[in-house]
């Protein structure tokens, strides 16, 4: 199983980036997605997730209205769409995956694979 992590990078204040992750050895059809984040010198914690069926979606307060997540089932791939960068959330961004349907919060979340990780960084 593998999930590859692309899209990060150096990003203005106030601008936008989208992150993406290709699964393979997996199929995303039976898979709940979501990214989490982990900052220097902080813990990680969980970003955003969709489920799998009815795609519902779920966010971190802190990136709620700026951040949007989206799956492909078709090509396997979730994207994270980030817009209004702050500095706050620079960190490196780890996809994962669950093997459940549906996710009823972003606190119940609980990945078993994940990916390598992207690094975003948000500074003028």
């Known amino acids: 199983v593998q999930l590859q992590a692309s899209g990060g990078g150096l990003v203005q204040p106030g601008g936008s980036l989208r992150l993406s992750c290709a699964a393979s050895?997996?199929?995303?059809?039976?898979?709940?997605v979501g990214w989490f984040r982990q900052a220097p010198g902080k813990e990680r914690e969980a970003v955003s997730c969709?489920?799998?069926?009815?795609?519902?979606?779920h966010y971190a307060d802190s990136v709620k209205g700026r951040f949007t997540i989206a799956r492909d089932n078709a090509k396997n791939t979730v994207y994270l769409q980030m817009n209004s960068l702050i500095p706050e959330d620079t960190a490196v961004y780890y996809c994962a995956a669950e093997p459940v349907r549906s996710v009823f919060t972003i606190g119940t979340f609980n990945p078993s694979y994940w990916g390598q990780g992207t690094l975003v960084t948000v500074s003028s």
């Open positions: 969709i489920s799998s069926v009815d795609r519902t979606t």
């Open positions: 050895g997996i199929s995303l059809d039976d898979h709940a």
